[in-house]
Nanobody
Framework: QVQLVESGGGKVQAGGSLRLSCTASGRTLSSNGMGWFRQVAGKEREFVAAITWISSTYYGDSVKGRFTISRDNAKNTVYLQMNSLKPEDTAVYYC?????????????????WGQGTQVTVSS
C-alpha cells in the first residue's frame, strides 16, 4: 500500500515562500509521474504542477513562473517550491502519484493521494 505524506505547509505573508515536500512509502514511485493539486473549500481540486518520471514538468497557468516542482528519486520525495505567494494561493495542497494514462493535468490519472497540507497566505 502506497502512502504519501505531505509536509511544509503553513502561514506566510504575501510575497513570501514555502517549500512543500511529499514522501512516498510502501513502494518506490520513481517510475511514476507525481503531481500537486490544491483545493479551497467548496471548490474543485485544481491542478498545480506535475513532474514525469523523466522529470519533465508541467504547471497550471496561475502558478507558472512562481512555483517549481522537482523530485529526488533516491529519497522517494517530490517537492513544490512556492515563491511570490499570493493570498489566492491559500488552499489545502495535495500530493498525488500518477498511474493512469489520462492527461497529466487530470485528477483521474492519479491513483495515490496524500492527506493534504494547509497553505495560508495573508495579505
Amino acid at each position: 500500500q502506497v502512502q504519501l505524506v505531505e509536509s511544509g505547509g503553513g502561514k506566510v505573508q504575501a510575497g513570501g515562500s514555502l517549500r512543500l515536500s511529499c514522501t512516498a512509502s510502501g513502494r518506490t514511485l520513481s517510475s511514476n509521474g507525481m503531481g500537486w493539486f490544491r483545493q479551497v473549500a467548496g471548490k474543485e481540486r485544481e491542478f498545480v504542477a506535475a513532474i514525469t518520471w523523466i522529470s519533465s514538468t508541467y504547471y497550471g497557468d496561475s502558478v507558472k513562473g512562481r512555483f517549481t516542482i522537482s523530485r529526488d528519486n533516491a529519497k522517494n520525495t517530490v517537492y513544490l517550491q512556492m515563491n511570490s505567494l499570493k493570498p489566492e494561493d491559500t488552499a489545502v495542497y495535495y500530493c498525488a502519484g500518477r498511474t493512469g494514462r489520462e492527461s497529466i493535468y487530470y485528477r483521474s490519472s492519479y491513483t495515490y493521494w496524500g492527506q493534504g497540507t494547509q497553505v495560508t497566505v495573508s495579505s
